[in-house]
Each structure stands twice: as C-alpha cells, then as structure tokens.
C-alpha cells in the first residue's frame, strides 16, 4: 500500500465524520487530532530513538483499549490534558483542542479504522510525508480552507533545488502555514549529509533545534505545522519550529537576521488597510506582499539569499510598490525571477512568480546600493497549459527552468539566453537594470512571448457581442443554480433570491417571470 492509497484512505474517514455533524472545513483539524497520537505511537514502534513525545494515559493504546462512552469521556479529557502539558511544544499543538465528535460509535469507528491501516508500509515511506500528503489533499479538496497555506509541493522542491539550503544555515518562512518550505529543505539537508550522520554531535542538535524557525499568524495552521514538523523529526526550540505571531508585527520585528529565507506570503491586503503593526519597515503599506517582501529582504545576514513567491501585481503596482523594487534591487541582487503558470495554485487564477534574490552582491555583501546589475526573466506561463487536476503541474515542466538557472545558489552560474536554440521564441531572457529604470519605469512585469491561445484585439467580436456572451452564460448559470436549489428543498429561497435580483436589475415581478 503506498503512501497515496494510504492518504485516501484517512481522506475517505472524513465521511465518519460528517455522519457525526462535523463540516467540511473541520474534517483535518478534526482528524489530526486523534492521527497525532496515532502516529507518534507508530513512529516509536518504528525507532525507539524518537521516544515518547506524548505521555503516559495519552498514547495510542490508551485510546484502542476502550468502548462506548468510557472512550469517548476518556478522549476529551485527554485533549485537555495535552493541551495543558508540561511539555510546551505539545501543549501548544493541543491548545484549546477539543473533539466535535457527539457519538462514540463514531470514535470507535476511527480507531479502528486507524488501526487497520497497512502502517508497516507507512513508517517506511515516512510518517511524516504521508501526513503532509493529507494536507496536500485536504488543499486540493477545500479550495477556500488548507489551500490557501499550502504551496504545491513540485514548486517547494525546485525552489529548494535551486537554492540548496547548507548545514549550518539560519532559514526562516516568516509566513510559514504548515511548514511545508521549512520541511522542504531540511529534507533537501539531510540527503546531501545521510540523515545528518555525516554531521557531529552539536551540528546535528543545531540542525534539529536552531536551524529552522517559521512564524504562522493562524493557530489552527500552526497546530498543523508544528505536527508536520515533529512527524520529520524537526522539534524547533521552546515555542517549536513554528511560532505563532504576525510576522508584519513585532513577532517579526524581533525575529534574528537569517541566512536563508523562503516563503509564499498570503495574497491581499491587511485588515482595515492598516497595513503593518511595524515602524521598522521604510515604506507603509496595507499592501500584505509588499510589507513582507520588505521584512524579507531586510530579515537577511549579509549575502543571505531568499526565493519568495508573490503575485504579479508587485512587480508593476506604483507608488509604494516601486519604492519597494528600488531599494530591493539597490540592497540585493535581483538575479532572476521566475513568472508562474496560472492554475497551478489552490487559489485559482492568481498569477504568480518566484522572485530569487542574494543580499548584497557576490563580490561584496554588505553592500547596499545599486545591487542588481541584471535580471534574468523565465517565462513558465506562456503557451503552457492549463493546470488543474485533468493536467497536474509537476517536477518535469520546471526542470528547464532549474537547467536554465545553473548549479550556483546565487544565480552565479553562467547564463546564456536563447537556451533552448528556439531564437526569440526562447523563455530564458535577460535585462538590464538601466533598461527596468529607464525603459520600465521600474516595473518587473515584463513579458516578450506571445501567447498563442490568446486573441489578437483586432479579431475580437464588437463589445456588445461579446457582452451579450457573458450575459447568455450567466443567465444559464443562474439557471442551472435555481435548479439546483430546487432539487435541494430550497424553493423558498429561489423566489426571494429571484424578487431580489428583479429588484436589482428594475425590472417588474411580471417581467422577470
């Protein structure tokens, strides 16, 4: 049984818990609860070096060993318990934890479903990438909840590739969701070093202790991260990997400066437009991707290096948004930045880039103006084609781009344009800081090759034509969505969204039907 197979498996559970009255957006947190101590049971079987991290009367066999209500009093207690424990760093993963679940029957059933998986197989493929393959699928299946914080994992691993995180290094993710760049490259570490074994003693309590530290504003999500975290064997210090705080505020203002950072900020802008709680960063702005490029860029050691995903609008918004590329490309090398398919994100149709950047240059780097002499541009979004599940984006669509980009982690590697022999139809393209500062005022948001599935405007049908498509579609949506609604029991609910809707748009109660 493969990790996939095991992954549906414990998805297929969530229908246990919609027959106990759970919704859909607590199906994970839910279920982790109890698949913490489920795992932590079985990775102990598997190496006793781990130990216990859970402590006695609150292991997995405490749970299996009871029925009926005894079992179900006996795991809510428990989650009290843990969430009060000694240890801070599952105390903090069991904070104010409590079971939704109203019948035991239904505990049992989750238990004993547990236990029935194959998790033999599962410790050998690692429990830890098995419980980061449920949050993938709980992203992928709740488009609005855990997909928002989870960057798909073919994208993490190329930018790691890329980056080459070393032994030794500080690496932080200032908006760290469930950990997955912070897992990423401490996986990426311990292949190049046998699991650490080709460290000594005190680099490898470093490496499993100091060298990675995250900061999530969620605690739903941090509770998911710090037991991603734990099941690789990535305990962090007291608050763990992960620390829970806004890093727009004085969490982050307090965080030391680092070798490496990676990060996927949240899309939008601040609540209130308040922007930032921090008077450290130069430029104001309720802009959350612009305020946190900044607190990167700022948070890095002299030649410190960071790849960063960010949507398309903060490489060409004005105002502040160039005052911000200014003094990110004066401070850093800007080398190469890397523009994103659409639909290859949880949040669909948002387009992205990766933007790869060293504090200071390679000949100097405390250096602090006029950085960035060059930029090289990937264009991975032209003429690709439309990602979703029917088209999976994977390793093989990126490794161009990892070819183009060269072994050094600094984007030191000799570049050519025109990798691919193709001439101006070529992805791989560089310019000049001079020909940004003079030719685009400053914008990023340069692109060259013409997509062939779009349109030339002088084709397009008159505006009304192509107004009265869009009305035609939305009337049929509508409709179907009536349908529905009625199928649904909601007839009531129809006529009012209906008289709603006529009264909207002016029209008569006659008319409209």
């Given at each position: 049984?493969?990790?996939?197979?095991?992954?549906?498996?414990?998805?297929?559970?969530?229908?246990?818990?919609?027959?106990?009255?759970?919704?859909?957006?607590?199906?994970?947190?839910?279920?982790?609860?109890?698949?913490?101590?489920?795992?932590?049971?079985?990775?102990?079987?598997?190496?006793?070096s781990f130990g216990h991290k859970l402590p006695e009367g609150a292991r997995?066999?405490?749970?299996?060993?009871?029925?009926?209500?005894?079992?179900?009093?006996?795991?809510?207690?428990?989650?009290?318990?843990?969430?009060?424990?000694?240890?801070?760093?599952?105390?903090?993963?069991?904070?104010?934890?409590?079971?939704?679940?109203?019948?035991?029957?239904?505990?049992?059933?989750?238990?004993?479903?547990?236990?029935?998986?194959?998790?033999?197989?599962?410790?050998?493929?690692?429990?830890?990438?098995?419980?980061?393959?449920?949050?993938?699928?709980?992203?992928?299946?709740?488009?609005?909840?855990?997909?928002?914080?989870?960057?798909?994992?073919?994208?993490?691993?190329?930018?790691?590739?890329?980056?080459?995180?070393?032994?030794?290094?500080?690496?932080?993710?200032?908006?760290?969701?469930?950990?997955?760049?912070?897992?990423?490259?401490?996986?990426?570490?311990?292949?190049?070093?046998?699991?650490?074994?080709?460290?000594?003693?005190?680099?490898?309590?470093?490496?499993?202790?100091?060298?990675?530290?995250?900061?999530?504003?969620?605690?739903?999500?941090?509770?998911?991260?710090?037991?991603?975290?734990?099941?690789?064997?990535?305990?962090?210090?007291?608050?763990?990997?992960?620390?829970?705080?806004?890093?727009?505020?004085?969490?982050?203002?307090?965080?030391?400066?680092?070798?490496?950072?990676?990060?996927?900020?949240?899309?939008?802008?601040?609540?209130?437009?308040?922007?930032?709680?921090?008077?450290?960063?130069?430029?104001?702005?309720?802009?959350?991707?612009?305020?946190?490029?900044?607190?990167?860029?700022?948070?890095?050691?002299?030649?410190?290096?960071?790849?960063?995903?960010?949507?398309?609008?903060?490489?060409?918004?004005?105002?502040?948004?160039?005052?911000?590329?200014?003094?990110?490309?004066?401070?850093?090398?800007?080398?190469?930045?890397?523009?994103?398919?659409?639909?290859?994100?949880?949040?669909?149709?948002?387009?992205?880039?990766?933007?790869?950047?060293?504090?200071?240059?390679?000949?100097?780097?405390?250096?602090?103006?006029?950085?960035?002499?060059?930029?090289?541009?990937?264009?991975?979004?032209?003429?690709?084609?439309?990602?979703?599940?029917?088209?999976?984006?994977?390793?093989?669509?990126?490794?161009?781009?990892?070819?183009?980009?060269?072994?050094?982690?600094?984007?030191?590697?000799?570049?050519?344009?025109?990798?691919?022999?193709?001439?101006?139809?070529?992805?791989?393209?560089?310019?000049?800081?001079?020909?940004?500062?003079?030719?685009?005022?400053?914008?990023?948001?340069?692109?060259?090759?013409?997509?062939?599935?779009?349109?030339?405007?002088?084709?397009?049908?008159?505006?009304?034509?192509?107004?009265?498509?869009?009305?035609?579609?939305?009337?049929?949506?509508?409709?179907?969505?009536?349908?529905?609604?009625?199928?649904?029991?909601?007839?009531?609910?129809?006529?009012?969204?209906?008289?709603?809707?006529?009264?909207?748009?002016?029209?008569?109660?006659?008319?409209?039907?």
């Amino acid at each position: 049984m493969t990790n996939s197979d095991i992954v549906q498996k414990l998805w297929n559970l969530c229908d246990v818990l919609r027959d106990d009255g759970i919704n859909y957006s607590d199906y994970v947190t839910e279920l982790v609860l109890l698949l913490f101590i489920k795992m932590e049971y079985e990775q102990v079987q598997n190496d006793d070096s781990f130990g216990h991290k859970l402590p006695e009367g609150a292991r997995w066999p405490d749970l299996a060993g009871k029925s009926g209500v005894n079992l179900l009093d006996h795991y809510r207690q428990m989650l009290l318990d843990l969430g009060k424990n000694p240890d801070p760093l599952i105390a903090a993963i069991y904070a104010d934890a409590q079971t939704r679940l109203k019948e035991p029957r239904h505990l049992e059933q989750l238990i004993k479903s547990l236990d029935g998986i194959d998790w033999f197989n599962a410790r050998q493929d690692g429990l830890g990438d098995l419980y980061e393959g449920l949050l993938e699928k709980n992203a992928s299946e709740t488009k609005s909840g855990a997909g928002q914080y989870f960057t798909p994992r073919p994208l993490i691993d190329s930018i790691i590739r890329c980056i080459k995180p070393q032994p030794g290094e500080t690496i932080q993710d200032p908006a760290a969701g469930t950990a997955g760049f912070l897992i990423a490259a401490d996986a990426y570490i311990k292949s190049q070093t046998d699991d650490y074994y080709d460290l000594d003693t005190k680099a490898q309590a470093f490496q499993r202790n100091r060298a990675f530290v995250g900061v999530e504003l969620v605690p739903g999500t941090r509770r998911l991260a710090l037991m991603n975290t734990l099941l690789h064997g990535m305990e962090g210090d007291e608050e763990g990997v992960v620390h829970l705080g806004n890093a727009l505020g004085q969490v982050g203002a307090g965080l030391p400066k680092v070798d490496v950072i990676l990060s996927n900020p949240p899309f939008g802008t601040s609540k209130g437009g308040g922007g930032p709680t921090r008077d450290d960063l130069t430029y104001r702005t309720s802009n959350k991707q612009l305020a946190f490029l900044q607190h990167i860029y700022r948070g890095l050691k002299p030649g410190g290096r960071a790849a960063v995903v960010l949507p398309d609008n903060v490489l060409f918004e004005a105002g502040v948004g160039t005052d911000v590329r200014r003094d990110l490309m004066d401070k850093c090398n800007l080398h190469t930045i890397l523009r994103l398919p659409t639909g290859i994100f949880y949040a669909q149709g948002v387009k992205t880039n990766v933007l790869f950047f060293q504090k200071g240059t390679l000949e100097n780097p405390r250096q602090e103006d006029g950085c960035t002499k060059r930029v090289w541009i990937y264009d991975l979004r032209s003429n690709m084609p439309s990602f979703g599940k029917r088209t999976p984006f994977g390793p093989t669509h990126l490794k161009p781009f990892e070819d183009a980009y060269g072994n050094d982690l600094n984007g030191g590697s000799p570049r050519a344009e025109n990798v691919e022999g193709i001439g101006e139809s070529s992805r791989f393209r560089c310019f000049t800081r001079d020909y940004i500062r003079n030719e685009r005022g400053d914008s990023l948001d340069i692109s060259w090759l013409k997509d062939d599935s779009s349109l030339d405007a002088a084709d397009l049908p008159a505006p009304e034509v192509l107004a009265g498509e869009a009305m035609a579609e939305l009337t049929e949506a509508l409709h179907e969505l009536e349908e529905l609604m009625k199928a649904l029991g909601a007839g009531d609910e129809v006529v009012a969204q209906k008289q709603l809707l006529a009264d909207v748009m002016g029209l008569s109660s006659e008319e409209e039907a």
